[in-house]
C-alpha cells in the first residue's frame, strides 16, 4: 500500500517506470529525468502535484509531465483501476493505448 506521496520504481516492458500517489490518485512515468538522466524513484512530490528530479530540482507535473517552461517534457502512462484493486499502466500501441 502506497501513501500520498511516495514514489517507487520498477521495471516493465524494458522500461525504467515510477509509480507515484498524489491526493489519492496514481501516476506514472519514464522514470529518468529527460535533463540529466536523474533517478526519479529518489524523488519527491511537491504540494503542487509535481515530482521533482533529485538532481538539479526540475520539475515536472505528475498529470501531464510537463515543466512550466515547457524545456523538458516526462513521459507518462495512464493508469486504471481493476474492481479488485489492482493497478494497470498503459503503454502505446500502434492504434492506442494497451493495457
Given at each position: 500500500?502506497?501513501?500520498?506521496?511516495?514514489?517507487?520504481?520498477?521495471?516493465?516492458?524494458?522500461?525504467?517506470?515510477?509509480?507515484?500517489?498524489?491526493?489519492?490518485?496514481?501516476?506514472?512515468?519514464?522514470?529518468?529525468?529527460?535533463?540529466?538522466?536523474?533517478?526519479?524513484?529518489?524523488?519527491?512530490?511537491?504540494?503542487?502535484?509535481?515530482?521533482?528530479?533529485?538532481?538539479?530540482?526540475y520539475k515536472f507535473k505528475?498529470?501531464?509531465?510537463?515543466?512550466?517552461?515547457?524545456?523538458?517534457?516526462?513521459?507518462?502512462?495512464?493508469?486504471?483501476?481493476?474492481?479488485?484493486?489492482?493497478?494497470?499502466?498503459?503503454?502505446?500501441?500502434?492504434?492506442?493505448?494497451?493495457?
Open positions: 500500500m502506497m501513501n500520498n506521496g511516495d514514489v517507487i520504481g520498477f521495471d516493465i516492458n524494458k522500461k525504467s517506470i515510477y509509480l507515484a500517489k498524489f491526493e489519492d490518485a496514481y501516476f506514472a512515468g519514464f522514470s529518468k529525468c529527460p535533463h540529466a538522466g536523474g533517478d526519479l524513484t529518489e524523488s519527491k512530490i511537491n504540494l503542487q502535484g509535481e515530482i521533482v528530479c533529485p538532481l538539479h530540482n505528475l498529470k501531464t509531465g510537463q515543466m512550466e517552461n515547457q524545456e523538458y517534457c516526462l513521459n507518462t502512462y495512464p493508469i486504471k483501476s481493476t474492481a479488485d484493486g489492482d493497478l494497470l499502466i498503459g503503454f502505446k500501441k500502434k492504434k492506442g493505448w494497451f493495457f
